[in-house]
Every structure is written in C-alpha cells, then in structure tokens.
C-alpha cells in the first residue's frame, strides 16, 4: 500500500515537522501579560516550508458575527474557519474550530476603539486555534512558556481587566467570572483562600452576584484543555480599580 505524502514527505514526518517546537526568536511575548505566544506569521511560514504554500488553505466557514452577550450587552466579533492540508493525492485533511474577540469602548465612549481590529484578532484566534489542532505552536515555549511543563514555578503578572459577569460561585469554594483582558476573553479564577481574604478585606466589592467594573491584580496566566485561563494571586497596594 502506497504511503500518504504531502510535499513528497511521508505523513508521519509531516506531523513530526508541523509539531516541533519553535526555536526562540520565533516566540514572543505579549507587551502586557509576558505571556509567549507564537505570532500568526510564524505559523504561516511553518506551513509554507513543511507543506509547501499550494497544499494548505485557510478559509472562514461563515461570515464573521458581532454578538452582545449578558445583561450589559457586551460585544464580540464571533469567527469560524478551517484549515486544511492537501496531500499529494490532494485530499484534504481538516481541522475546524471557532474563535472571537472583544470589541473595546474606551471609557465613557460608545463609539468603539476598532472593530477593524476585533474581526481580524477573532479571524486569526481562528487560525490560531485550527493551527494548535494540527499541534503546530502546542509544544514546549509556545504553550507553556517552558520546556518541561510543571516543573518551574508559573509567573505572575500585573494584569487589569474588565469584568464582564457577576461572580459565580464554585463547587469547593472561590469564584469565577469572565474577563476581557487586553482585547481577549478569559476565565477569571479566584480560589476559596484568595476570595475568603477578599471578602474580609472588601466586604461587599466580593460578593456572588456582585459585579466589578475593572480590577487591577497580580495573576497567573495559564493554558487548560486549550483555552486561556486567569488565576488571581493577591491585589497590588492600590487594590482594585
């Protein structure tokens, strides 16, 4: 039986190739988060030079959306798309998801910042999220910032976000909440210790049911099961925004 090749490569060494780790200088970090990200470009040319740039295609599977989520009507520019890998034989093989961004309104402003920019950040966390399916950018920096996953300590970052929702509470105690943070949804953790302490220091601010407006923290960043995730640590000495 003849083996399935693209670009002439045996498709097992395909996906070995797709897969490996970025070197360094490919790898960035977010100006705000320190978090390291591999740049949409980065991921273009991975296929290009693995694939070769006629055997792989990236189209949306619907025209991108804007949708108002919540009792405050907050809006996101909603994506999907697929990405597709041609074999020798040209048959594709696919891999689809959906992806989004916030639109952000200065303060005290109902005009929008860009929409331009949500709809392109929601059609590249598309290709993004298909690319991490295919396991290109999984490994290593690109999704964890270390070579041995778990084994250094995460770092903690001074991030400020929008809260979106009221806290909900969780099953062993804490909350969550969803987040915009620097133009990007996120889950907002706050565990039972950390929201105890809140709850003394505050009182009413943190509350379930209640709902912030911004907050200004110390947090960890970190990746679960694909998706971003937020964990606060404790409040600088100006405490909440």
């Not at 740039?53 to 697929?82: H, R, T, Y």
């Amino acid at each position: 039986m003849k083996e399935r090749t693209v670009n002439g490569i045996p498709i097992r060494e395909v996906w070995e190739k797709l897969q490996a780790e970025f070197p360094s200088d490919a790898v960035k970090k977010h100006p705000s988060t320190g978090m390291a990200y591999i740049p949409v470009e980065k991921i273009e040319e991975r296929l290009n030079n693995v694939v070769g740039m006629g055997n792989w295609d990236f189209e949306l599977i619907a025209p991108v959306q804007v949708c108002s989520f919540g009792a405050d009507g907050f809006e996101s520019c909603i994506a999907s798309g697929k990405l597709s890998i041609y074999d020798d034989e040209r048959v594709p093989i696919v891999r689809s998801t959906g992806g989004a961004a916030d639109i952000i309104y200065p303060k005290e402003s109902t005009r929008p910042t860009s929409v331009a920019n949500s709809v392109d950040s929601a059609v590249q966390d598309v290709f993004k999220r298909c690319a991490k399916r295919f396991g290109i950018g999984v490994k290593g920096k690109a999704s964890t910032g270390s070579r041995q996953p778990g084994r250094e300590p995460q770092k903690e970052v001074v991030v400020k976000v929008t809260v979106m929702e009221p806290f909900k509470a969780l099953p062993k105690g804490g909350v969550k909440a969803k987040v915009c943070c620097d133009g990007e949804t996120l889950e907002l953790f706050i565990w039972k210790k950390q929201w105890d302490d809140l709850q003394k220091a505050y009182g009413e601010k943190f509350q379930i049911g209640q709902k912030l407006n911004e907050m200004t923290f110390r947090g960890i960043r970190k990746e679960y099961r694909g998706s971003m995730q937020l964990e606060f640590v404790s409040f600088d000495k100006k405490g909440a925004a």
